[in-house]
T-cell receptor, first 110, second 114 residues
């Protein structure tokens, strides 16, 4: 069983929709929770980073972590065609181990 | 300009011919890490280093070696590459696992092993 499971997608939504992306993890040792955006043939770009349960908001993006359920989510409000990309969740331990989900490809149609 | 550089960016090689992919950062970061990415999969951690002379295995270390003799450099060595190591490789650095906001990724190295 993978340590991080990400809803696979792909996901296709109309412009302006609210997008929900989700991951679960299995190891309580993971202390840091990230969401990355990756455009085709490019390196990942950090979108959101948190280390505690609850919500963290940055513009149209909200990251949600529930440590008791080992569940992390990313919400995108008012989605734009430029949000079309692959989104990766990732978790880290204090010791430096880093595990990524397999990614969800999002297409936002004008 | 703050950056992580990788060389080469593209490489075609043959099975068994030793190669090194270099990674260098100019931000005085303690933490560096190597990942590989295959189609349909997220990044998988190969090795990471919390500081000079400190390295640890990630999830897929088989067939790879690393060294961290200087803070800025973290080369990835394939002593005897095989076709299953054909992949896209990323190097990343930051001030540590609890400082993801400082993280930078390199541009990637696309490796083909024939």
């Amino acid at each position: 069983q993978k340590e991080v499971e990400q809803d696979p997608g792909p996901l296709s939504v109309p412009e302006g929709a609210i997008v929900s992306l989700n991951c679960t993890y299995s190891n309580s040792a993971f202390q840091y929770f990230m969401w990355y955006r990756q455009y085709s043939r490019k390196g990942p770009e950090l979108l959101m980073y948190t280390y505690s349960s609850g919500n963290k908001e940055d513009g149209r993006f909200t990251a949600q972590v529930d440590k008791s359920s080992k569940y992390i989510s990313l919400f995108i409000r008012d989605s734009q065609p430029s949000d079309s990309a692959t989104y990766l969740c990732a978790v880290n331990t204090n010791a430096g181990k880093s595990t990524f989900g397999d990614g969800t490809t999002l297409t936002v149609k004008p | 300009e703050a950056q992580v550089t990788q060389n080469p960016r593209y490489l075609i090689t043959v099975t068994g011919k030793k190669l090194t992919v270099t990674c260098s950062q100019n931000m005085n970061h303690e933490y560096m890490s190597w990942y590989r990415q295959d189609p349909g999969l997220g990044l998988r951690q190969i090795y990471y280093s919390m500081n000079v002379e400190v390295t640890d295995k990630g999830d897929v270390p088989e067939g790879y070696k690393v060294s961290r003799k200087e803070k800025r450099n973290f080369p990835l060595i394939l002593e005897s590459p095989s076709p299953n190591q054909t992949s896209l490789y990323f190097c990343a650095s930051s001030f540590g696992p609890g400082h993801q906001e400082t993280q930078y990724f390199g541009p990637g190295t696309r490796l083909l092993v024939l």
